[in-house]
């Protein structure tokens, strides 16, 4: 009896190749908890106290602090966060956080969320200096602005722009 094979020379060919490459990118789509934080270049922000946390944040509309922040957010915030702070639903949508939040933010940027023994988000103190959070915060209140109040936004837009 003659059998013939289910499978030609390129499908073999084909699941051979998946075989060796799927373990490689499922492995780096499932790294990125493990991914260490990139250093922020805050140069040409005012410098903030030393040792001294503050509750509000000292850069809310200033141009230089929205750049530096959105750089600084796509790097340390985006993979869990999401692009332009709009979440996918792996962490909290930080376009709601008003101004009214920033002694929240600043505080669990600084320790991180750990529930049940779980790290949910990383603390960033010792990692990120005052000045990379809050610019990081100002990208964030921008964001806000732009999602929930289009003329609020507009007014932001022209104080960034000094007019």
Not at 61 to 75: D, F, H, P, T
Not at 88 to 93: H, K, L, N, Y
Not at 105 to 130: C, D, H, W
Request: glycine share 12%; net charge negative; charged share 25%.
């Amino acid at each position: 009896m003659n059998r013939t094979s289910y499978f030609s020379g390129s499908a073999i060919a084909i699941a051979t190749a998946l075989a060796c490459v799927l373990p490689t990118v499922s492995g780096t789509a499932f790294a990125h908890g493990d991914v260490v934080p990139q250093a922020v270049d805050t140069e040409g922000l005012k410098a903030l106290p030393e040792g001294e946390w503050l509750d509000e944040n000292p850069y809310r509309g200033n141009k230089q602090a929205i750049e530096i922040g959105s750089s600084a957010y796509g790097q340390n915030c985006a993979r869990c966060h999401g692009l332009d702070a709009v979440s996918g639903g792996i962490a909290p949508d930080l376009r709601e956080l008003g101004p009214e939040y920033d002694d929240y933010f600043i505080g669990k940027v600084r320790g991180g969320v750990q529930r049940n023994g779980m790290t949910y988000m990383p603390a960033f103190e010792g990692t990120l200096s005052q000045e990379a959070m809050w610019a990081i915060r100002s990208y964030i209140d921008k964001r806000h602005y732009e999602y929930n109040d289009k003329d609020l936004a507009k007014l932001y837009e022209q104080a960034e722009d000094g007019s």
